[in-house]
């Protein structure tokens, strides 16, 4: 069967941890895609750099794991949340890997960016001037301009689709008064400027290639990470399922 690669978002990991306990940054769809038979690859790459360097990191642990596995001559379905579709789509089309990714697809992917990642730039970097105090002193921020809406512009500009590989995208769509109390300030910078959104990025700027569902959850819980009170207490592995069943069919 393919190899999935589930590839995490900004101040992610492969798995999250706190002293003893281990949890997946796809808690549970890991599990549950893995017992479908498809061997599973998490990545883990640098959690708040560039995308350049987050995709050259990508590529080599997908080479790697294909080679231990002796499927060097395989093709992965590659999934990605949030800032992880924009390093994946960077990796096929500029780093050789169309060859080894039948399929992209993104999950809350900001393909033109966040309004939100213009605020932080704008109030924490320039005003306030905390960002470049943080760069200063060795911590790699590079993900927070690469995530504004002029760098996607760009971005979208310079890194092409490759026709050998499919891309399609699902969205996520919460109120504000369902958001987690951290969320609520972002949405409502998100929503002023481009209407409905996760939390931290909009319907419009998820859509990428062919567009496959649209959920009802916050940017968070899309990867089964709950925050909000309010949240409904399904596990979205069904949905994962669903989205691999489909997506498989046509690869």
């Not at 893995?34 to 690859?41: K, Q, S, T, W, Y």
Request: glycine fraction near 6%.
């Amino acid at each position: 069967m393919i190899p999935v690669v589930l590839h995490h978002g900004l101040f992610g990991s492969d798995e999250l941890r706190l002293g003893p306990l281990r949890r997946s940054y796809f808690h549970k769809i890991d599990h549950a895609i893995a017992e479908r038979g498809h061997l599973v690859i998490a990545s883990r790459v640098h959690p708040t750099a560039s995308v350049v360097k987050r995709a050259k990191q990508l590529k080599r642990q997908i080479l790697q794991r294909l080679e231990m596995a002796g499927q060097t001559n395989a093709r992965v379905l590659l999934i990605a949340h949030s800032m992880g579709g924009l390093d994946a789509r960077f990796m096929v089309s500029k780093l050789g890997m169309a060859r080894h990714v039948a399929a992209v697809l993104t999950i809350c992917t900001p393909h033109r960016g966040s309004p939100y990642a213009d605020w932080i730039e704008r109030n924490l970097g320039r005003r306030i001037g905390l960002l470049p105090v943080l760069r200063k002193i060795g911590w790699d921020l590079s993900a927070g301009i690469d995530l504004t809406t002029e760098q996607c512009a760009r971005f979208n500009e310079q890194v092409p689709d490759h026709p050998d590989v499919r891309y399609a995208s699902i969205n996520c769509v919460r109120a504000w008064h369902q958001m987690p109390a951290f969320a609520m300030h972002s949405h409502a910078i998100v929503s002023a400027a481009e209407g409905d959104n996760d939390g931290l990025v909009s319907a419009a700027s998820s859509v990428w290639g062919t567009h496959l569902s649209t959920w009802p959850v916050d940017h968070w819980q899309a990867v089964n990470r709950r925050f909000a009170i309010r949240h409904p207490s399904e596990d979205m592995s069904p949905e994962y399922l669903a989205v691999l069943d489909r997506f498989l069919k046509d690869i």
